[in-house]
């Protein structure tokens, strides 16, 4: 009886667009279209907060958009997130990220929550969201 070959997964390589994998009729892609809006009429105040020197920062843009996955799809924790995230593929398309960028560490939350909430960018970022 021929079971067949299994391959070993280490050396598989493939070049696979996030883009590609997520179904055209996915729910998910009308939540990005919103959110994509509402953060692009906040990007100046997104400029006006972080400074164009110091080391790189994880885009605020990206860190607001893992809260909507949170609650989208009931994660319990940033840490839960970046964990999920590490491996899940809808998440990764959803905020942008490629398949071998690696995952920002979940204290990053911390820092931008106060800042975003220092400055009002939470609030108008919701008002944007219910004009879309």
Request: hydrophobic share 40%; aromatic share 8%; charged share 20%.
């Amino acid at each position: 009886m021929a079971r067949g070959i299994q391959s070993s997964p280490i050396s598989t390589l493939a070049l696979v667009h996030p883009e590609s994998m997520i179904p055209a009729s996915h729910p998910i892609r009308v939540m990005r279209q919103i959110a994509d809006a509402a953060l692009a009429e906040v990007s100046p105040l997104f400029d006006q907060l972080y400074a164009a020197t110091g080391r790189p920062s994880i885009p605020p843009e990206r860190l607001l958009t893992g809260g909507q996955l949170m609650a989208l799809y009931s994660i319990g924790s940033e840490r839960a997130l970046c964990d999920e995230i590490t491996y899940h593929l809808l998440y990764r398309w959803f905020l942008g990220m490629d398949m071998i960028e690696p995952v920002f560490d979940h204290s990053t939350f911390t820092k931008n929550r106060e800042r975003v909430l220092a400055h009002g960018v939470a609030d108008e970022l919701f008002a944007q969201g219910y004009r879309s």
